[in-house]
């Protein structure tokens, strides 16, 4: 996590931790993504973010080959991860893709 302040915003660059081949790590994910959503509501309160990185999720069908075989199968692409995303979104960040 790098975070950088600027007069008016705040620059965050992330490497999401990866729950990793057959999920072993998604609880640990679920943690940090808790995490992260809090820390981002205490920053936004004081200045606009930018938040950009590798935040390992597949939000939608779209950004999968085949996402009906790889739901809650394949890392970035469970419900919890993706929830945890929307989550985000609401917060206020944009998905820019």
């Keep these: 996590l790098i975070l950088a302040e600027y007069e008016k915003f705040y620059l965050i660059n992330a ?6 081949r057959g999920l072993v790590n998604l ?3 679920k943690v940090w993504d ?3 959503l809090d820390y981002i509501r205490e920053l936004d309160a004081v200045k606009p ?3 950009t990185g ?4 597949a939000h939608q069908e779209i ?3 085949n996402p009906k075989t790889n739901r809650n199968k394949t890392a970035g692409f469970t419900d919890q991860e993706r929830g945890d995303f929307t989550r985000l ?3 206020g960040m944009i998905d820019s893709h």
């Design 89 to 91: 979104l609401d917060a």
């Design 27 to 29: 609880a640990k994910r």
């Design 34 to 36: 808790k995490f992260f």
């Design 54 to 57: 590798d935040l390992n999720v």
């Design 63 to 65: 950004d999968l080959a």
């Design 15 to 20: 490497y999401v931790p990866n729950s990793g």
């Design 49 to 51: 973010i930018i938040y």
